[in-house]
């Protein structure tokens, strides 16, 4: 057997995508035969630690595959290629297809193999070798950095340790999604509870699915907030992957409606005005999370706010994702921004405080702006959210105060224009209203 140290330095290599499924096996086969000839090793004063055997696991399927070096593979320094006269120079099929084989595997995202597609043509016309598995780790670490939050008060101390899927306890089931299930664990090392996303086998296999569960996890990690819920880590598992994230232990807005039909203001207000801090946060930071609503705004048993699942989110920037997805519809029909509905391509920020207002709304009213009696008939709820003006809240709660009667016209104007221009003008007209109770984050 390998010791808890070797096992968590190979997981660690496979989640960092350092190396392949193959190559973990070989070098956990050279480890367990390292283990057999320990104590004649230790004599002669010799020992094989994980990156060596991980280095000759790699160089041994190289030399049967013939596949370029990878990242942790010892060789010369890159040598010059012959000079390419093209603007835009293409990319040799074997390297295509190493990019894809990466894609395939789960170990990058569509946005780290475009970047790593540039750096390759790039290294071309300066007439410079460039090899596959080190393109794509330049633009992880690119992509990472333009992505990574800015430091500021909520950002953390240190990088959390690594968590071993081992260490892991299962408690119970806590959710499920199409493509997902989520547990409560407990982690054993650390005596804490987490919750713990696992993409589906079959999910795992879909190459869209796997890119955006890979999405979800990674950019949410980089979103440091107190009422954003934490993403610890992003890791395979067996032939699937798993986000380990913060467990919030009291309910969402959308269990509180079940049980309560609606809010009163005050608290409603509270609650908004949380979330719009958080989005605030996200929308500085370049990301949209294009899914607000009841069920992704949690609570914990202390009243705190925590904005979860960015399982839509992009960069506001990211112009190859806006184009890829124009004219699809993606954020969930009953809280829906007109502009998601027709899949507009310049979608930024202000869909979120739409989708707000609409929780916003279903939060003081009871229930969401526009409904249908056949729930089979949700294409109409989202024309609805095209065409139709948005009812008077006090026609369903006469209780709702006129200023925020005025706070949810504005956030679910139709056009983005007329909307409030940022989160940030959405907490100051509640503050306005008197209701608030001033910002609320612990």
């Given at each position: 057997m390998l ?22 096996r070989?070098a956990h ?15 002669a004063?010799r ?5 060596d ?14 596949a370029?070096p990878?990242?942790?593979a ?15 120079p293409m990319?040799?099929?074997e ?10 595997k789960g170990?990058?995202?569509?946005e ?10 790039q ?7 460039l090899?596959?598995?080190d393109?794509?780790?330049r ?10 939050a800015?430091?500021g ?6 990088p ?8 892991l ?8 999604t199409a493509?997902?299930?989520v ?10 509870i987490?919750a713990?996303?696992i ?15 890979l999405?979800?996890g990674r ?33 969402s807005?959308?269990?509180l409606l ?32 294009r ?30 994702a806006?184009?890829a997805?124009a004219?699809k519809a ?22 979120d405080i ?13 229930r ?10 949700v294409?109409?709820?989202i ?10 809240p ?7 105060p ?14 983005p224009k007329?909307r ?11 503050d ?9 984050t612990?």
């Amino acid at each position: 057997m390998l010791t808890p140290e070797e096992e968590q330095q190979l997981q660690q290599a496979v989640g960092k995508g350092l190396t392949t499924d193959e190559e973990l096996r070989k070098a956990h086969r050279l480890l367990q035969q390292a283990r057999r000839l320990l104590q004649q090793a230790r004599r002669a004063g010799r020992t094989l630690s994980v990156p060596d055997a991980l280095a000759r696991a790699a160089a041994a399927i190289r030399k049967t595959h013939g596949a370029a070096p990878g990242p942790h593979a010892a060789g010369p320094p890159a040598r010059r290629a012959p000079r390419n006269k093209g603007r835009s120079p293409m990319l040799t099929p074997e390297e295509e297809q190493q990019l894809q084989e990466s894609v395939d595997k789960g170990l990058t995202t569509d946005e780290e193999v475009r970047e790593a597609r540039r750096l390759l043509q790039q290294a071309r016309r300066v007439d410079w070798t460039l090899s596959v598995p080190d393109a794509l780790a330049r633009a992880a670490a690119a992509i990472g950095k333009t992505h990574g939050a800015a430091p500021g008060p909520h950002a953390a101390a240190a990088p959390a340790a690594e968590i071993n899927p081992a260490d892991l306890r299962l408690l119970e089931k806590i959710g499920r999604t199409a493509r997902a299930v989520v547990y409560k664990c407990r982690q054993v090392s650390q005596d804490r509870i987490l919750a713990v996303k696992i993409l589906s086998a079959r999910a795992a296999r879909d190459r869209e699915v796997r890119n955006s569960f890979l999405r979800e996890g990674r950019q949410a990690a980089r979103l440091v907030h107190p009422n954003i819920v934490r993403i610890y880590q992003v890791a395979p598992f067996k032939n699937t992957f798993f986000i380990a994230m913060e467990y919030v232990n009291g309910g969402s807005v959308a269990d509180l409606l079940a049980a309560r039909g609606r809010l009163e203001p005050a608290e409603a207000v509270r609650i908004v005005r949380a979330a719009a801090g958080a989005l605030a946060y996200a929308h500085k930071q370049g990301f949209i999370h294009r899914d607000i609503k009841p069920k992704n705004i949690l609570l914990t048993r202390d009243g705190v706010v925590k904005v979860a699942d960015l399982g839509l989110a992009r960069r506001g920037a990211d112009l190859d994702a806006a184009f890829a997805e124009a004219g699809k519809a993606y954020g969930t029909p009953y809280y829906i921004s007109p502009e998601q509905v027709r899949g507009d391509p310049d979608t930024d920020h202000r869909t979120d405080i739409y989708s707000l207002g609409a929780t916003f709304y279903e939060m003081l009213a009871g229930r969401p702006p526009f409904i249908t009696s056949d729930p089979q008939q949700v294409i109409q709820v989202i024309q609805m959210h095209l065409y139709k003006p948005v009812p008077d809240p006090r026609q369903f709660a006469p209780g709702v105060p006129e200023s925020l009667c005025r706070i949810l016209a504005k956030a679910l104007a139709k056009n983005p224009k007329e909307r409030f221009s940022g989160a940030a003008m959405f907490i100051r007209a509640l503050d306005r209203a008197g209701l608030s109770g001033g910002p609320q984050t612990t």
